[in-house]
Each structure stands twice: as structure tokens, then as C-alpha cells.
């Protein structure tokens, strides 16, 4: 069949139309919390499930990660596939004291220099917020959820009108009370999970997709 010029300008429509809808939806997503809630563990968790491979070190030291750590992927769930990039936030806090870290066996001098990587990694991740799609605050379910960080971080985000998962980490652990992280947020979406053993994965992938 031969291509009038009639037929060429719907065809080309048509084309750019299909390419609309094959055209992947892009979200920054990152995830912020308190110290040792499990982001890190979380972050690994996510990439490993769609890349096969981890993008940050998860310990139990306070402040492990202290820059920005970022990976993109694409996750499928609900029928969509989104392209992600995921920001591993340092852990936030009110207050850094270079002591702590000396329990841990850090040196003074090593201590010191945590301190102030931690606090700039504190700063850094309260500035991103003005640059992602949407937030996973991660909250540990076996504290209290009410703390300053949380609320400081949720008055941020809604603030800037970041839409926000709530994900209600260690579900796993013995004294976890994830349904008192969802009443306290409770004109939040609450997702309970455990990030170290996997539960609840596929539902946290389900919110992000709806989000």
C-alpha cells in the first residue's frame, strides 16, 4: 500500500500517540526516617527485588550512611512498570553527638569526623525533599511514633506537598505494634512491612504503584 501524504500526518499522530502510552511513568522516591529504622535495609531489599543487586551498607552503627545513596530500576507492580529512582536518605535526627559513636569503637578523632559527615548528611536529605515525587517515611514499629523526627520530617513533606508512604518497619520483632504507627498517622497510607526478611513487599510495591 502506498503512503498518501493524506495518510501520513494521522499515521504520524497515531505513532507519537502509541509512544505516549508506552512511555514509562518516572518517580524520584525517597526514603527518610530516624536512624536505624531500617532505610538502608529497605533500599537493599527494593534493588535487590528488581535488580538483583544491593546500593547501600546497612549497619547498626548510627549514621552508616551519610551521603545521599541513589539507584534507578524499573518496578513492575499493578499491571504498570515505573521507572524508579530511589534515594537512600542519611538517617535524620536532632541531635549528633560524636561521643555516641566512640561506644562503637571509633577513635575520637574517627568520632569527630562522623559527627560532621553526619550532620551534613542530615542537612542534605531535608534539602531533597524539594526534589523528589514521592517519600517513604520509614518508622521503627517497635517505638513510639510520635517522635520530634517523625513529625518534623511529616511537617516537611506536607509542607512541600510530597505525597508520603508511611512504612511501618521490623514487623518481624517480638514488641513490633505496627497498628499504633497507623492510627498515629492515620490520614497517611500505612504499609507494615519487614525490610530484613521481606514481608509485605509486594504490598509496599502495590501502594507505590497506585501513588
Same mark, same amino acid.
Given at each position: 500500500?502506498?503512503?498518501?501524504?493524506?495518510?501520513?500526518?494521522?499515521?504520524?499522530?497515531?505513532?507519537?500517540?502509541?509512544?505516549?502510552?508506552?512511555?514509562?511513568?518516572?518517580?524520584?522516591?525517597?526514603?527518610?526516617?530516624?536512624?536505624?529504622?531500617?532505610?538502608?535495609?529497605? $533500599? /537493599?531489599?527494593? &534493588?535487590?527485588?528488581? !535488580?538483583?543487586?544491593? *546500593?547501600?551498607?546497612? %549497619? +547498626?552503627?548510627?549514621?552508616?550512611?551519610?551521603?545521599?545513596?541513589?539507584?534507578?530500576?524499573?518496578?513492575? $507492580? /499493578?499491571?504498570? &512498570?515505573?521507572?524508579? !529512582?530511589?534515594?537512600? *536518605?542519611?538517617?535524620? %535526627? +536532632?541531635?549528633?553527638?560524636?561521643?555516641?559513636?566512640?561506644?562503637?569503637?571509633?577513635?575520637?578523632?574517627? $568520632?569527630?569526623?562522623?559527627?560532621?559527615?553526619? !550532620?551534613?548528611?542530615?542537612?542534605?536529605?531535608?534539602?531533597?525533599?524539594?526534589?523528589?515525587?514521592?517519600?517513604?517515611?520509614?518508622?521503627?514499629?517497635?517505638?513510639?511514633?510520635?517522635?520530634?523526627?517523625?513529625?518534623?520530617?511529616?511537617?516537611?513533606?506536607?509542607?512541600?506537598?510530597?505525597?508520603?508512604?508511611?512504612?511501618?518497619?521490623?514487623?518481624?520483632?517480638?514488641?513490633?505494634?505496627?497498628?499504633?504507627?497507623?492510627?498515629?498517622?492515620?490520614?497517611?497510607?500505612?504499609?507494615?512491612?519487614?525490610?530484613?526478611?521481606?514481608?509485605?513487599?509486594?504490598?509496599?510495591?502495590?501502594?507505590?504503584?497506585?501513588?
Amino acid at each position: 500500500m502506498t503512503i498518501t501524504s493524506q495518510m501520513a500526518i494521522p499515521l504520524v499522530a497515531a505513532l507519537k500517540w502509541l509512544d505516549f502510552l508506552n512511555r514509562k511513568k518516572k518517580l524520584c522516591v525517597g526514603i527518610f526516617g530516624e536512624t536505624n529504622v531500617g532505610k538502608s535495609t529497605l $533500599a /537493599n531489599r527494593i &534493588t535487590y527485588d528488581f !535488580t538483583g543487586e544491593k *546500593m547501600s551498607i546497612a %549497619s +547498626t552503627v548510627p549514621h552508616e550512611t551519610r551521603e545521599i545513596q541513589q539507584e534507578y530500576f524499573d518496578l513492575q $507492580a /499493578n499491571g504498570k &512498570t515505573l521507572g524508579i !529512582t530511589l534515594l537512600d *536518605m542519611p538517617g535524620i %535526627s +536532632t541531635k549528633v553527638d560524636f561521643r555516641e559513636f566512640k561506644q562503637y569503637g571509633l577513635t575520637e578523632e574517627e $568520632a569527630m569526623q562522623r559527627a560532621k559527615e553526619a !550532620t551534613r548528611g542530615v542537612i542534605e536529605a531535608i534539602k531533597a525533599i524539594n526534589n523528589i515525587d514521592l517519600a517513604l517515611l520509614m518508622v521503627d514499629s517497635t517505638r513510639a511514633p510520635f517522635s520530634q523526627v517523625n513529625i518534623t520530617v511529616l511537617g516537611v513533606l506536607e509542607k512541600e506537598d510530597v505525597p508520603t508512604i508511611v512504612v511501618a518497619n521490623k514487623i518481624d520483632e517480638k514488641n513490633a505494634n505496627p497498628e499504633q504507627v497507623e492510627d498515629a498517622f492515620s490520614d497517611k497510607k500505612t504499609v507494615p512491612i519487614s525490610a530484613l526478611n521481606g514481608t509485605n513487599m509486594s504490598m509496599l510495591y502495590k501502594t507505590i504503584a497506585s501513588s
